[in-house]
């Protein structure tokens, strides 16, 4: 009978056969046992610093496994490297995108060498999968709105913008404590008492609310504005102002722009509106002309809230009605104050003022385009913001 040979097993020929990994793991062992002594207390190897010139010269780029690519990882030997953070690197990574840091020293803050990313290359991708730019300079844009919430302070002492809204809650007083609101109510009532001209409540924005076209005599009021116009640094008798009474729950204020935003010669004066909230919460709400997006701020007792010019042009605003099961009798005082705060920075690509008939429809932003016989005949009527 004729004999066959043998043939081996997958898993025979593959021990028989000299396996391509193995030399691999070979030289990796052969590796880690020749930089043994560059182990350090915390079981990290160190990359040895002529190794990395090397590869520096001849271009080759380190793939590093945690801190590996850097030089020392206790920084044994700072003294010999110059300056932290000032762009010292190795002369084979000249000319590349590296992060550097900002190459400034915080000089309270202890000098430790822990940036694990300095000297490496920067990121070269654009986007990512839930990530919408890498590119640091794609934030270099104004926003539709700025939020800052401000210091309780007597100043604000910071530079403002155009797009700021600022926030300052508890600003005159504790969230939790209304004598303030119905201390300013008593005084209004005692001049109408008096008899003060145009002191009395008459109704606004067609029957929305209540105003008091002349509060002067108010100490509370005026003491109030005085506040408001040193917080901002206003230029004096640049400013005008709204004592508002939502009477009780069922008052609010339809969306609109305030007059400075298509009137040039308020425009000139004034550039920001700041509101005092004394009472009831109720929400201020901003709707943007251009994309219908709402955004709702609610206002608390003591509440200072302002924004600026061209948020007041990009957005109208106003105070969210109340549904009738929400409605409780309790009422909330708005103080308005518009004016000219003289420590704001001016930017590129600021909107124009809208035309007077912007409320009604048009926007010369748009060309003209939405320009009809209605709002022709609204505008011979006076309606104010």
């Not at 020749?34 to 207390?41: F, G, N, P």
């Not at 990395?52 to 700072?78: A, F, L, T």
């Not at 009477?247 to 305030?258: E, G, T």
């Amino acid at each position: 009978m004729r004999s066959r040979k043998r043939r081996d097993s997958p898993s025979r020929r593959h021990h028989s056969r000299a396996d391509p990994r193995s030399a691999a793991l070979k030289e990796s062992k052969n590796h880690m046992e020749k930089y043994s002594d560059h182990r350090d207390s915390c079981g990290r190897y160190e990359y040895d610093t002529q190794r990395r010139e090397e590869r520096g010269r001849d271009g080759k780029q380190h793939r590093s496994r945690g801190r590996s690519d850097r030089e020392d990882w206790p920084s044994q030997r700072r003294e010999d490297r110059g300056p932290l953070r000032q762009g010292h690197y190795d002369s084979g990574r000249e000319g590349k995108n590296l992060h550097t840091g900002d190459g400034h020293v915080d000089p309270n803050l202890r000098l430790i060498d822990d940036d694990p990313r300095i000297g490496l290359p920067k990121t070269t991708a654009k986007k990512g999968m839930n990530t919408e730019s890498f590119d640091p300079e794609s934030t270099f844009l104004r926003p539709a709105m700025r939020v800052i919430v401000g210091p309780k302070r007597k100043r604000f002492e910071q530079p403002l913008k155009h797009d700021d809204v600022v926030v300052v809650p508890e600003f005159f007083c504790a969230e939790d404590d209304l004598s303030m609101y119905y201390s300013l109510v008593e005084e209004m009532r005692e001049l109408q008492k008096q008899g003060q001209n145009k002191s009395e409540w008459i109704s606004w924005h067609e029957g929305c609310h209540l105003i008091s076209q002349n509060p002067k005599g108010s100490p509370t009021y005026e003491g109030i504005l005085k506040r408001i116009s040193e917080y901002f640094n206003m230029k004096p008798n640049s400013q005008g102002t709204r004592f508002n009474w939502y009477r009780d729950s069922a008052d609010w204020k339809p969306f609109h722009n305030d007059s400075a935003a298509y009137n040039p010669k308020r425009a000139q004066t004034q550039n920001i509106t700041v509101g005092i909230s004394f009472g009831a919460t109720r929400e201020l709400a901003f709707l943007h002309t251009a994309t219908g997006l709402r955004t709702y701020f609610p206002q608390t007792n003591g509440m200072l809230f302002s924004f600026g010019r061209d948020v007041n042009i990009n957005w109208k605003h106003g105070v969210n009605a109340l549904p009738a099961e929400q409605h409780d009798g309790q009422g909330r005082i708005s103080i308005v104050l518009w004016g000219l705060a003289q420590d704001v920075i001016e930017e590129e690509g600021a909107p124009p003022l809208l035309t007077n008939n912007a409320r009604f429809g048009f926007d010369n932003r748009m060309g003209g385009e939405m320009f009809n016989a209605a709002a022709d005949v609204a505008l011979k009527y006076k309606v104010d913001s």
